[in-house]
């Protein structure tokens, strides 16, 4: 079976200046520098098949946007093989880049000073694209992400939400047959995030279209993926699909509640109580114990909920899970 | 179809730099305009030394006025059609690359056209103003005047792509390759003839400002094949030298993560 993504023993190091301390450190680093090796990815091995919604998740620093760009074609492995769709991403990567969109949430491919619109007719170029095919793709993209508004705005104008539905829809344009999203959600609200993740779910769905998706935000995987790799310290902790991460390991979520009465207070399996303020409760809930409708439930009995939030435990959090429990 | 597809692909990128140029239009048009107004005040200066002297080893007011403006079109050109180069050393050190290197297009040519400098219409707009008035631009002298434009176009926009691309081993140094090239400049706009052999030998390798004026400026006060082989090849040495340093340095390339949008400077 060809994969689209095949891995094996990827290894980067990065050579780094050691930096210096005082006047006197940094005449003598000057003349004659020390620098120390920094290995951001070490020895990873995995397989992706095509159509597969992959997350590749872990804190900061923890090698994710490293190895995307190594399978991407930005960076050259220092020891390792990679094969995306049968390529290789470092040595073809003018062939590769027919085949994958990219999206870098810290990165724009869009022309700062022109409206959106103008960047997916340069696109139709460097794609090659047929105008006609380009014509009908950008119509259908345009009307599914809802943007037809911002398309004769300069990017410099538009909110990060909205510049994103375009950076994805840019990414989309050439019908890639894999999408590398590197944390395509950071610094978006909530309503932004929800559509992002919800319309690369839908055209993978749709088109069969591989995803690699990055980010420290358990939410992207769990609304995206299937599959979940998390990566902490450069090394995979847990390669497994996204319902064995969360049964072995995502077990809690933070409820906020805020009240009309001053006052609340009830005992349930696996509930703790983090905050107690005059109308404002926040508890962590162990969802094996006692599910969240439960408690919202019992919580209802007691007082009248004025606004509710229920959050996942920060990618921090999870790593502590996994590390405890690979002690354990 | 492949020649054709890279053909439609670089004039739409021209059109797309020209309005983002246009997008923000006073600014271009005072820009353009102020560094007419400079280059031919620059000028002056020559104009006020010949009044006082004929000839400097045989150069005179209208070979200057040519020098001044082969190198004035020539850098308005480079940095119309390929603003990028400068701006190379910051893409490398930023990791602002990384955009290129995902799209199917060679990327040392997509990163250097994907910038365009409004200063740029205006040294091209001085540079035919010089020419003209050097009395060199003449229907008869047109085709030598293209040829040695444009070998000294390449070298001015290879030289760039040289000094900015040590940032793949040097790290941040984008305003030392801002110097080397503003070095270069100066150079190019002195004529040859009054510098030592050794000087003139630095000025076709180390600080190839003789191929950008000197060279085609001699050519066109008088035309010989050994000076016309010497400039192509010179230039083409330098074609070739300046992609195979930017693709061995591209291997070294580490990317980053500065937030930044494409066409920003």
Request: aromatic share 12%; proline share 3%; hydrophobic share 45%.
């Amino acid at each position: 079976m060809s994969y689209a993504v095949a891995v094996s023993n990827m290894t980067k190091d990065f050579v780094l200046k050691e930096p210096a301390k005082g006047f006197v450190g940094n005449l003598k680093s000057l003349i004659s520098p020390k620098f120390n090796t920094f290995r951001a990815v070490d020895n990873i091995s995995f397989k992706i098949e095509r159509g597969e919604r992959l997350a590749f998740i872990g804190p900061n620093g923890a090698g994710k946007s490293t190895s995307i760009k190594m399978m991407s074609g930005i960076l050259h492995p220092t020891s390792g093989d990679i094969s995306v769709l049968g390529l290789t991403p470092g040595k073809d990567r003018t062939q590769l880049g027919y085949k994958i969109g990219t999206v870098f949430g810290q990165r724009s491919q869009l022309w700062y000073h022109l409206p959106a619109g103008d960047t997916f007719d340069l696109l139709a170029r460097v794609y090659d694209l047929n105008p006609k095919a380009y014509r009908e793709k950008k119509n259908e993209l345009v009307k599914l992400f809802e943007i037809k508004h911002l398309l004769d705005q300069p990017v410099r104008k538009l909110s990060l939400g909205q510049r994103m539905r375009c950076e994805v829809v840019a990414s989309l344009l050439h019908g890639p047959e894999i999408v590398f999203l590197d944390e395509p959600t950071i610094g978006l609200d909530v309503t932004a995030k929800s559509i992002i993740r919800d319309l690369i779910k839908e055209r993978s769905q749709r088109f069969g279209t591989t995803v690699f998706l990055t980010s420290h935000d358990t939410g992207d995987m769990e609304r995206v993926c299937d599959r979940v790799i998390v990566i902490n310290h450069g090394r995979v902790l847990f390669d497994d699909t996204i319902e064995k991460l969360r049964a072995r390991y995502i077990k809690k979520k933070r409820v906020t509640l805020m009240t009309a009465e001053e006052d609340l207070h009830f005992e349930a399996r696996g509930v703790n109580w983090l905050e107690k303020k005059p109308h404002k409760f926040i508890l962590d809930v162990e969802v094996d114990k006692t599910p969240i409708d439960e408690v919202i439930a019992t919580a209802l009995k007691h007082a009248r909920i004025r606004d509710l939030t229920v959050e996942d435990p920060q990618m921090e959090d999870v790593i502590k899970f996994i590390y405890r429990a690979d002690k354990e | 179809m492949n020649l054709k597809n890279n053909y439609e692909f670089f004039t739409h990128l021209l059109k797309i730099n020209l309005k983002s140029l246009t997008s923000l239009r006073g600014a271009f048009l005072l820009q353009a305009t102020f560094m007419i107004i400079n280059n031919l005040v620059f000028f002056t200066m020559w104009w006020v030394f010949f009044k006082k002297f004929k000839s400097i080893k045989g150069w005179e007011i209208t070979d200057l006025c040519a020098l001044y403006g082969v190198v004035a079109f020539v850098f308005g050109v480079s940095v119309i059609f390929f603003g990028g180069v400068r701006s190379l050393a910051k893409m490398i050190d930023g990791g602002d690359l990384d955009v290129y290197l995902t799209q199917p297009k060679n990327t040392l040519f997509y990163a250097s056209s994907s910038q365009s400098h409004a200063s740029g219409w205006g040294d091209v707009v001085s540079g035919i103003i010089l020419l003209w008035f050097s009395g060199y631009l003449t229907f008869g002298s047109l085709p030598l005047m293209l040829t040695v434009l444009f070998c000294s176009f390449v070298v001015f926009v290879c030289i760039g792509i040289l000094f900015n691309s040590l940032a793949f081993w040097m790290g941040p140094m984008d305003s030392l390759a801002r110097q080397f090239y503003d070095f270069v400049v100066t150079f190019s706009i002195y004529p040859q003839v009054i510098f030592s052999q050794f000087l003139k030998m630095i000025l076709f390798t180390v600080i190839p400002g003789g191929f950008i004026g000197h060279l085609p400026v001699s050519l066109l006060r008088e035309f010989s094949w050994s000076n016309l082989g010497f400039l192509v090849v010179g230039s083409a040495g330098f074609f070739i030298l300046s992609v195979v340093v930017f693709n061995r340095g591209l291997k070294k390339y580490e990317s980053g993560n500065r937030f930044i949008g494409v066409g920003t400077n």
